[in-house]
C-alpha cells in the first residue's frame, strides 16, 4: 500500500458514513473531514478515533513529506475496522428501509384521513 491509497480509502469511509448515517446533499460528494464533523458522534469511540486518524492521513496526503510520515499499518488497519463496522448496511437494507418508511408515511395519512371522515360524519348526524 501507498500513500496515492490514502485519498480513496478517506472517500469510500465518508461515503459508507454518508449512505448509513446521511448528512450529505444528493448529488455532492461526501468528504470524511465534513462527515466526522456533521455524524461523527455516531460512530462508536474507538472507530471514532480511528476516522480522525484517517483524516489526519488525508490531509497529510497532499504534502509528500508529510503523507510519508503517516503509519502505513495503522492506517489499514483503521480502513478495516471502518469498513467492517459500516458495510453491513448494504443497498438493499437500505431500499427495503426506504419502502418501508414510504409505506408507513402512506398507512399514517389514511388513517389520518379516515379520522377525518369519520370526524365529519358525526359533525353532520350521518352516523
Known sequence: M????IRPMADEVASLMAARFGGVR???????????R????ALPRRLRREARFLAEADRKAGQPKLARQVDLARLEHAYKLLTAYLR??????RLQGGALGVAASVMLGLLVLGAVAVWIMLRRGLI
Open 2 to 5: 501507498g500513500i496515492e491509497r
Open 26 to 36: 444528493r448529488g455532492h460528494p461526501a468528504e470524511l473531514e465534513s462527515m466526522l
Open 38 to 41: 456533521k455524524r461523527g458522534g
Open 88 to 93: 453491513p448496511l448494504g443497498q438493499g437494507r
